[in-house]
Structure formats: structure tokens, C-alpha cells
């Protein structure tokens, strides 16, 4: 399954969502975005931010991919990409929180495993 997600700069900050109860993965840390349709990665990235934040994104770059077994049935390709906001009213539609922090922060969250490889790029690569 490819999934799409979004790392969102601003004010040298990234936007941190997490995850609710009632989502996979509850209370996990995740860049936000979601499952691939029948659509381009981008399109997905643009339709998934503004269902679960209510904002239009610019796409900067795309960012090395992160395949994760979660189990059998569950295997992610999680595909990042850095972005920045178009426009800045957030609201937080389907996640419990956000939190924007400075890369030097990004490791105190409780990721989803699927994003640690993805952290770790962009903190070697951005810091
Ligand atoms: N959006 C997102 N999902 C992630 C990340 N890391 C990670 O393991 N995942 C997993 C959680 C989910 O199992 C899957 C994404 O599915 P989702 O439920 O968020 O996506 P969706 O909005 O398309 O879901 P749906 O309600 O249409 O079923 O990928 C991440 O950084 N962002």
C-alpha cells in the first residue's frame, strides 16, 4: 500500500500530527497524508492535507521512500514530502494533535515506525 505524507516547513518548524484513538495506530506520531487512489502522488498529498487540515500545500521535493511490514496484510510504502503552506488557516479535522517543532526535536515524539527511517533522512539531511 503507498502512502503519501507530507513534512510541512514554516518558521524553520515541521508540522507533527498525531494520530487518534479511532485511527490505526492510535496516539502515534506521523507526518500527515494518507493511502494512494487512483490519482499522482502529489494529487494524493494535496487531497489528504486539505481533508485532514484544511490547507493548500506547495510540493517542494520528494524525499527517499520507507517500505514497513506493520504485518501480513499491512505493508506500507510510505512516501515523503517536504511542502509548505499555501495557505495557514489549520484545522485539525481527523488527528487528536499537532505540534510544530524544530528539527532538533523531531526524535522526542513516539513515531509510527514507519516514519523513523523517514526522521532520520530528513534530520541528516536538513539539520
Ligand atoms: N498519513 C500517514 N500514514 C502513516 C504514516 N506512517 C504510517 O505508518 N502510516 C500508516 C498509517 C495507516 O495505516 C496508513 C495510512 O492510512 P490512513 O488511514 O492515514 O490514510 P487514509 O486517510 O487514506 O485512510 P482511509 O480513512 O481512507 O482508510 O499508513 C505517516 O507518516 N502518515
Not at 504485518?71 to 510504502?77: L, V
Not at 495557505?87 to 505540534?99: M, N
Request: neutral net charge; aromatic residues 8%; proline residues 5%.
Amino acid at each position: 500500500m503507498k502512502v503519501t505524507c507530507a513534512i510541512i516547513e514554516n518558521n524553520g518548524k515541521i508540522l507533527c500530527a498525531q494520530r487518534s484513538d479511532k485511527m490505526d495506530l492510535p496516539k502515534k506520531w506521523e507526518f500527515p497524508g494518507g493511502k494512494v487512489k487512483n490519482e499522482t502522488l502529489e494529487e494524493c498529498l494535496r487531497r489528504e492535507i486539505k481533508e485532514e487540515l484544511g490547507v493548500e500545500i506547495q510540493v517542494l521535493e520528494q524525499l527517499p521512500s520507507n517500505q514497513h511490514n506493520y504485518s501480513k496484510s499491512k505493508i506500507i510504502e510510505l512516501i515523503p514530502f517536504r511542502c509548505t503552506l499555501q495557505t495557514f488557516e489549520i484545522v485539525l479535522l481527523e488527528h487528536s494533535k499537532l505540534e510544530w517543532l524544530p528539527i532538533e526535536k523531531l526524535k522526542t515524539l513516539d513515531w509510527a515506525k514507519a516514519d523513523i527511517p523517514v526522521v532520520n533522512y530528513y534530520i541528516k539531511t536538513y539539520k
